[in-house]
């Protein structure tokens, strides 16, 4: 059984940057195309960026020129860049392998991103 373990939240004032990681075992990221998905409080989950194996990138219209997606296949992590943070990107991130469009494999702890001043 794969496991996700993402990581590199944290509070940070509006404006802000941060990275997430998302880290699995095996070589699985390098195989499969890879999200980050976010849930804020009282919503469903949502894929706000996705990577495949051949680099190109999609994102939701709301992260659009602010956050990038990457993959470091060596090390089977993806991470996720995020600038200009505003506070309704406040959520709990997490991240999978996509598979036919839609999440594969069992969800990990997620990484909480806070953007308050």
């Known amino acids: 059984q794969v496991q996700l373990v993402e990581s590199g939240g944290g509070l940070v004032q509006p404006g802000g940057s941060l990275r997430l990681s998302c880290a699995a075992s095996?070589?699985?990221?390098?195989?499969?195309?890879a999200g980050w998905y976010r849930q804020a409080p009282g919503k469903g989950r949502e894929l706000v960026a996705q990577?495949?194996?051949?680099?190109?990138?999609d994102y939701v219209d709301s992260v659009k020129g602010r956050f990038t997606i990457s993959r470091d296949g060596a090390k089977s992590t993806v991470y996720l860049q995020m600038n200009s943070l505003k506070p309704e990107d406040t959520a709990v991130y997490y991240c999978?392998?996509?598979?036919?469009?839609?999440?594969?494999?069992?969800w990990g702890q997620g990484t909480q991103v806070t953007v308050s001043s």
């Open positions: 999978n392998v996509l598979r036919f469009g839609s999440a594969s494999l069992s």
């Open positions: 095996g070589s699985i990221f390098s195989h499969n195309v």
């Open positions: 990577i495949t194996t051949g680099g190109s990138t």
